[in-house]
């Protein structure tokens, strides 16, 4: 059966949430790695509005957006229950939390990764603000190991790649200082086995080449 074709750059949160939604699910695709500086015209077609992940089924369906990527695999298969279906509580809660990450965080993280192209305020101002989100996060971990309960699920896969990003933007300042259970988490993820995979290295990809897939060498 031809596979799914997933268009994913490596160091996109976006792209890494998909890629972790698609390998918790097992889900196998074909990966290819692309440039942002030229994207293929095969995932612009695909998708014009040029952003990745993009997954092209095999059916030719297409699914353009980070988070619905997730949902689809996980809804192929669930092994771990990261959807949480069973508990309307939890699902609001994760699509809460994933709602403020995309839309109050990120823009927060942006300005203060790249404070120098936003200089209405200084890069301590929005480390103050993308704080909210994070201080929110860090009482969510009071409560149980991970965001909604005692192991990992679908909010945390989707966030770590955020948070993972706005630890790295200054590397002297550790994010346990203002938030260590948040520390913890995102170290405790990002050193997982399925983390690891999700940021394996793939050559550009370039329709010449064989297939590579997800899972590996089918
Ligand atoms: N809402 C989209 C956002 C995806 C997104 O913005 N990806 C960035 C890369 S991190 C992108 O492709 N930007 C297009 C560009 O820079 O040309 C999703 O969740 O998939």
Redesign the pocket.
Known sequence: MALAVLYT?R?????M??RLGLLLAQCNVEVREIT??A?PAQMLAASP??????LVLANGEVI??????MRWALTQADPLDLLCQQSPVIEDKMAQLITQN?QQFKPWLDRYKYADRYPEQTQADYYQQASHFLTQLEACLGQHSFLVAETPRLADYAIVPFIRQFAAVDLKRALSDDFPRLAAWLENLISSEIFIRAMEKYVIWDASHSPTCLLGDM
């Not at 160091?11 to 792209?15: M, N």
């Not at 509005?49 to 993009?54: A, D, F, S």
């Not at 353009?64 to 990527?69: G, M, N, P, T, Y």
């Open positions: 750059f160091r996109c949160p976006y792209a949430r998909a942002l500086k994207k509005k040029g952003t990745v992940p993009v353009a957006e980070s988070l619905e990527i995309d």
